[in-house]
């Protein structure tokens, strides 16, 4: 495998850092080679929020990237970021506008959650499979349950209307029933 690479921007506050670590950390877990570079203005909440993984098989020479495979906005501050393939939050005028925030808002109560959301769905296009151990042991404790629902509800996001063909933003959204550890298969059912 050539190297992959991913850009994950926001704003500080909506879980940047979060997302991109989780996801790294998993990753290297994995026995991915993974290189994660960090850009933001720590003295500022709510400023530009950056984060380039780059991961493979092979040594990673260089955490800088000029042009990702993927891209994740979550806000509309990192000006001149580049992607193949851009996915973001609603109203960004991406690819594939998903309204994380809200979907966070509700089905888990918080619009943070929305940050799970876009990892679970991040992680749906990149090939890896949801490993509920697996993110167990990276999350933080707080909300690591409510966290692990979002990814799964992130990564089945968008399937089931894919398979259909549905263009309408309000008859897309799945409501996610999370597994229990030890629980086959995910299930879901249309909203």
């Avoid at 042991?137 to 549905?166: F, K, V």
């Avoid at 996610?176 to 030890?182: C, L, N, Q, S």
Wanted: aromatic share 8%; hydrophobic share 40%.
């Amino acid at each position: 495998m050539s190297l992959k690479r991913i850009i994950i921007s926001g704003v500080g506050g909506q879980g940047v850092r979060i997302i991109a670590h989780t996801l790294a950390t998993f990753l290297f877990n994995l026995g991915y080679e993974v290189a994660l570079l960090y850009d933001y203005d720590s003295s500022v909440r709510g400023e530009m929020s950056a984060a380039y993984l780059t991961y493979g098989d092979e040594p990673v020479t260089s955490p800088v990237i000029e042009k990702a495979d993927i891209m994740l906005k979550l806000a509309n501050k990192a000006h001149g970021l580049v992607a193949e393939r851009t996915i973001g939050e609603e109203g960004m005028a991406v690819e594939e506008e998903i309204p994380f925030a809200k979907l966070g808002m509700r089905y888990f109560g918080r619009e943070i959650f929305g940050n799970m959301i876009a990892l679970g769905r991040m992680m749906r296009l990149i090939g890896l499979e949801v490993d509920y151990e697996a993110l167990k042991q990276i999350l933080p404790l707080s909300y690591r349950e409510e966290n692990i629902s979002a990814i799964h509800y992130g990564y089945n996001l968008l399937e089931h209307d894919l398979q259909r063909g549905t263009e309408s933003t309000e008859s897309r959204w799945i409501n996610y029933i999370a597994p229990t550890p030890g629980e086959g298969d995910l299930e879901a059912e249309v909203s």
